[in-house]
């Protein structure tokens, strides 16, 4: 199948690869954070960060310190995220490990840790332009990386 170049997009500038047009910056909002990883790679592709969320008070001080200009939340179950409704082109996490991980207690979807129902109800009611998700999951070794477009 041939790609037709005018579609096709480098997304660290936001740009078409023809160079015709320009495209707004990408926002980007961050899930299960822990320290920023996703928030910094999105700098790295100059997006714009608008908010993160994450339990742990570790990750927090430090997504505030190199994040100070996105808002900040701590409890993905708690948060009501519709006012980025229509406005986040990009929503990324890594939930956590530790109820699937053979080095934890392996409770799956017993473990109150088991967030991917919640990381999903957001992306699902946010339909962003992308959707990336990463995490080990010791159930399906050859899924730890997802990605939605569109």
Known sequence: MKTDKSTRFDLTDNMPLDGSRCYKRLSHLGLLEGIG???LAARWM??????????NEFGQQVL?????EATGYSDITQTDFNQYYGTIDIITGGFPCQ???TAGKRKG????R????HMLIVTGKQSPQFDLSDQYNS???????????G
Do not use: M, R
Not at 64 to 68: M, Q, T
Not at 139 to 149: A, F, M, R, S, T
């Open 64 to 68: 505030k310190y190199h994040f100070p």
């Open 37 to 39: 990883g996703f928030s």
């Open 114 to 117: 088991h967030l991917w129902p």
């Open 46 to 55: 100059n997006w714009k960060t608008v908010a993160w969320c994450e339990w």
């Open 99 to 101: 109820p699937y991980s």
């Open 139 to 149: 159930e399906q070794p050859d899924h730890n990386l997802c990605l939605k477009i």
């Open 109 to 112: 979807k017993d473990d109150p």
